[in-house]
């Protein structure tokens, strides 16, 4: 089975319990404009330019006619590349990379095995992210079921609009899920991710009910979500459902720099927050009821 990668990072301590293996799909259904893996978004497999690392030595250009020199400087216009990673392949400083390749699931569990020692000591395992992993179901199931018959405990990390069959499917192949719960106000769900909420809520409810351990990863936005009543409706939802609890995501750039890279946005509007503000939105849902994950290392 073959699945199209952007990455396998190894010794990841966000991505659920303990020391962690994650292994981040290609393809998303949402379009978060703060999203800090933008590489995952599109499913086709793209190319990274870092404008630091060129010589301008012409070697791309010669396979490829996205490629040109203007004033001494390199310049790569994508809307025109169709050299199928030929320019990637000639580039000797790596200023041009592939971002995403295409990947046996064996292979790729395989990979992630090397690191069981740091599992078996933490309680880690294998986080299967994105992207939005349920874009591909197959792949995902595979890695999952590879992951059961080594004995790796596994996580996926969902927005929770996958189809409702993609979850059911691997319900039993996967030991933890971490659902993004991006905002509550529906119109406004709609209009910066693309997709309805109701879809999030409905499964995050599907997932409880069939038994599944699911943990609310809550991304908190400065100016988008730091709201008095979305973090209430963080708290009602770990007080009503049988999640285990919530955590809080803050927003960091890092997305925006790799976005650059990519030739897709320019400069982030929104700013990290201090550890101050992270801690203040933290105790406003614990005043509020809210039970909060703790994930342990």
């Not at 293996?21 to 599109?42: A, D, F, Q």
């Not at 497999?45 to 020199?69: D, Q």
């Amino acid at each position: 089975m073959t699945g199209r990668v952007f990455s396998v990072q190894p010794f990841c301590v966000d991505d659920g319990p303990g020391i962690r293996t994650t292994v981040y799909l290609k393809g998303c259904n949402m379009r978060c404009p703060w999203c800090h893996n933008p590489e995952g978004i599109s499913p086709l497999i793209e190319v990274s330019y870092i404008e630091s690392r060129c010589e301008n030595c012409g070697r791309c250009a010669a396979v490829c006619e996205a490629h040109t020199s203007k004033n001494g400087r390199h310049a790569f216009d994508r809307d025109r590349c169709s050299c199928g990673g030929r320019d990637v392949a000639v580039c000797p400083s790596g200023a041009l990379a592939a971002v995403g390749a295409d990947l046996e699931a064996i292979d790729v569990i395989r990979e992630v095995a090397r690191d069981r020692r740091f599992f078996d000591r933490s309680g880690g395992g294998m986080t299967v992210t994105g992207g939005e992993p349920t874009m591909q179901p197959e792949f995902l199931r595979e890695l999952l079921a590879l992951a059961k018959a080594e004995d790796i405990h596994s996580c996926i990390e969902t927005n929770g609009a996958g189809a409702r069959e993609d979850y059911r499917a691997i319900l039993g192949l996967t030991d933890l899920f971490l659902v993004d719960y991006k905002l509550t106000d529906e119109a406004q769900h709609a209009a910066v991710t693309g997709m309805p909420s109701a879809v999030v809520l409905e499964n995050i409810a599907f997932l409880c009910d069939s038994g599944a351990d699911v943990v609310l990863r809550c991304p908190v936005i400065p100016g988008v979500n730091d709201v008095e009543d979305h973090f209430r409706a963080i708290a009602e939802l770990t007080k009503r459902l049988p999640v285990g609890g919530f955590e809080i995501m803050p927003y960091h750039p890092l997305g925006s720099s790799k976005a650059r890279r990519l030739g897709k946005d320019g400069p982030s509007p929104y700013r990290a927050p201090d550890r101050e503000t992270v801690e203040r939105w933290r105790a406003e849902i614990l005043s509020m009821g809210g039970r909060e994950w703790g994930r342990g290392l």
